[in-house]
Structure formats: structure tokens, C-alpha cells
């Protein structure tokens, strides 16, 4: 039995797309792994942390917690067989776009786990899109045995209802990284910045189309921004090294096109997500097409447009009252431009207009760490 002085101790294993280097990953692990700190302090419960990993040395060493071999299955089992629990999540995990084997290894894990009679938690999911419907009866078997079933999104959760997964189960949540703090010590957001110095627009872009035309018409709008007033573009890869690809494609399509005073710069912020949210802070708006670059301007109240790819992004940006500014298929530059601008000349009235929204947002964040400490606590100090 644990008391005040000595904690009791929780070993969880957290399976997800970790050690790969995606910054939008990595930041939902590191949003994890701090909430279940946070909450474990709160409850009296001292987590301990195994992490799948692509790279377990890499993840290690990032985070400070054991990581294991993710598809060997050696590793696996012995990873869930010491453990007090399975967590699944958070980000797109159970979806077969990206391929047929996504879903199939998710649910295994989550399977093996409970066989292994371990609860299991899914955390902040985002479930689809699903093509293929042999794959529902993994995704329905693994979610209702599990302790607890949370979703980033409304759109989440009616998938999992239509294919027989009670909805009285399913928290509907946000994505874990609305939670995520600035790193310690880290000056508040805007302070570095000269007052006399033009606007910084973050641009956070990815490869979509193959004909690369959703990338052309982002330069044309940056350019048609930068000659409406003199800004500092700053593209920001989430993904490397395919974003800072398609950022530097673009930034080849803006040379010698930007108006009088505008300039253009690639950042190199590394792997660790806060320094990337560290980034986002700083900036007076941001352009963004990764779902977790939009997050991050949430989380920092940096005023954001939209370039949509995915209804995900849709989704995110609705949850907050916006639209996308545009899609992979379809970008005004004026219009852009216009919207940009209004932006950034009333940054203030942008945070006031959204601030309730994104309060909530963060509050929200840290349930399912809360629920899943307490299940943990209480299922086995029985």
C-alpha cells in the first residue's frame, strides 16, 4: 500500500509513431509523458514510463524514460508483461490512409496487452479515415475492452460509434499537445522581438500534391502578403527532413519576389518539440498546413490561418470558430494576403476573440492523464 511518504509506483508502457523524428509525434509524447507526471504528483502515484520506439536509444535520451524496440516482439512482451498498464495514443494511429499494417499493429498492441490481462487507455486518438471494413472488428475489439477510450475530435468518436463502440465510453478530448508548457526558464512569447522590426509570420508547409501546386500557390500567397506590408517569413519544418524540402522549394519560388522590406529564412529549431513550440511562440501569426503547428499557435495564442490537407485540420481549426484559409487544392493569394494582414495589425482582438475557446482547449487537455492516473491508482491498490 502506498503512503504519502513513499508513492506508489506505476509502470506504463505508451505505444504510438515515436522516434521517428516527427515533431508532431514527438510533441504529443512529451505532452503525455509531462500530464502523467503532472497528474501522478497530483494523485499521490509515481509514473514510470516505457516508451515503443522507432529509435529507443534516441527516445531515452530526449526524454529521460526507458524505450524499447516497437516491432520487436521480444521487446513488447516483456515491455507489457512487467507493466501496469498499456496506454495507446495520441495522434492518427488508427487509420489506413498512410497504408493497411497502421491499424492492424495498433490493435495488436493493445490486444497483447490485454491478454495479458493489463488495462489498456486510449489517449486523445484520432480514429480514420478507415477504407477498409475488415479493419472495424480490431479497431471495436481492442476499444471495448479497454479502461478508457479518449478521441481528439467529435468526428473521432462517431466512427467509433458506427461501428459498435458505445458512445457513453468515449471522451471526446483535445489533442494532448494543446497542453504542452513553453520549456522551463524560456522567455514568454513575443519578448525577443524588436518592436521596430516587421511582423514574423511563421510558415509551417509539408509535401501534399505531387505536382507540388499547392506549394506554388503558398509562395504566391506569401508574396502577395509580403507586398501588402514588409514582413519576416519563417519557415518552420515540423517534419524533417521532408518539410524543410518542400519549405525550401518554396522559399526558392519567393526569391527576388518579395515587396521592399520582406525577407525569408528557413529555422532549424532540432528534434525537441518545445523548442519548435519555443519557435511558434515568437511568431505574430502563423501559416500553417501541419495540424500541430496549428496547435502550438493555439497553445501560445499566436493568431493562425489554415491550409487544410486533411479534415483533420478542419476539425482542429473548428473547435476554435475558424476556417481554413484555404485548401491543398484551392488558395486565393489576395484573399490571403488580406486575412494575413488583418491579423497582424490586431493581434490583441484575435486572442480576445478566441481566448475562451482556447482556455478550454488546454483545460480539457489534461483529462485523459487525470482518468488514467486515477484508473491506474484505484484498479490496483485494490
Request: charged share 20%.
Amino acid at each position: 500500500m502506498g503512503t504519502s511518504h513513499h508513492p506508489q509506483v506505476r509502470r506504463i508502457v505508451i505505444s504510438g509513431y515515436y522516434g521517428f523524428y516527427n515533431s508532431g509525434d514527438e510533441a504529443v509524447l512529451k505532452s503525455i509523458l509531462l500530464a502523467l507526471e503532472e497528474e501522478g504528483k497530483a494523485q499521490g502515484v509515481q509514473i514510470q514510463p516505457i516508451v515503443l520506439s522507432g529509435d529507443p536509444d534516441w527516445t531515452s535520451r530526449m526524454y529521460g524514460v526507458d524505450a524499447v524496440r516497437r516491432m520487436h516482439p521480444g521487446d513488447l512482451w516483456k515491455a507489457l508483461k512487467g507493466s501496469d498498464g498499456l496506454i495507446s495514443g495520441g495522434g492518427s494511429l488508427l487509420q489506413d490512409v498512410t497504408g493497411a499494417k497502421t491499424i492492424p499493429y495498433y490493435t495488436g498492441v493493445m490486444k497483447l496487452a490485454q491478454l495479458l490481462g493489463k488495462p489498456t487507455f486510449a489517449y486523445s486518438q484520432g480514429i480514420g479515415p478507415v477504407i477498409r471494413r475488415w479493419m472495424d472488428p480490431m479497431i471495436r475489439g481492442v476499444m471495448k475492452q479497454s479502461a478508457y477510450v479518449s478521441v481528439r475530435d467529435e468526428e473521432s468518436a462517431a466512427l467509433l460509434g458506427r461501428i459498435g463502440v458505445p458512445s457513453d465510453r468515449i471522451d471526446v478530448v483535445p489533442d494532448p499537445v494543446m497542453g504542452l508548457p513553453l520549456p522551463a526558464g524560456s522567455s514568454a512569447a513575443g519578448q525577443a522581438s524588436d518592436p521596430t522590426a516587421a511582423p514574423l509570420v511563421g510558415v509551417s508547409l509539408r509535401p501534399w500534391r505531387s505536382d507540388g501546386a499547392d506549394l506554388e500557390r503558398a509562395a504566391d500567397a506569401l508574396v502577395a502578403l509580403s507586398k501588402r506590408m514588409p514582413v519576416r517569413l519563417r519557415f518552420l519544418p515540423f517534419h524533417t527532413p521532408s518539410d524543410t524540402v518542400a519549405s525550401e522549394q518554396v522559399l526558392e519560388r519567393l526569391r527576388g519576389r518579395l515587396g521592399d522590406g520582406s525577407t525569408a529564412e528557413l529555422a532549424a529549431p532540432g528534434d525537441d518539440p518545445q523548442q519548435m513550440l519555443l519557435e511558434v511562440s515568437r511568431c505574430d501569426a502563423l501559416l500553417g498546413m501541419r495540424l500541430h503547428a496549428l496547435i502550438y499557435a493555439a497553445g501560445q495564442r499566436v493568431p493562425m490561418l489554415g491550409l487544410s490537407y486533411d479534415p483533420k485540420i478542419d476539425q482542429f481549426l473548428g473547435r476554435l470558430g475558424i476556417k481554413a484559409i484555404g485548401t491543398t487544392e484551392q488558395l486565393d493569394a489576395e484573399k490571403f494576403a488580406e486575412a494575413a494582414g488583418l491579423l497582424l495589425s490586431d493581434k490583441e482582438g484575435w486572442q480576445a476573440k478566441h481566448k475562451l475557446a482556447i482556455d478550454l482547449l488546454k483545460q480539457q487537455s489534461q483529462r485523459p492523464a487525470q482518468q488514467i492516473v486515477h484508473l491506474l491508482r484505484h484498479t490496483l491498490s485494490r
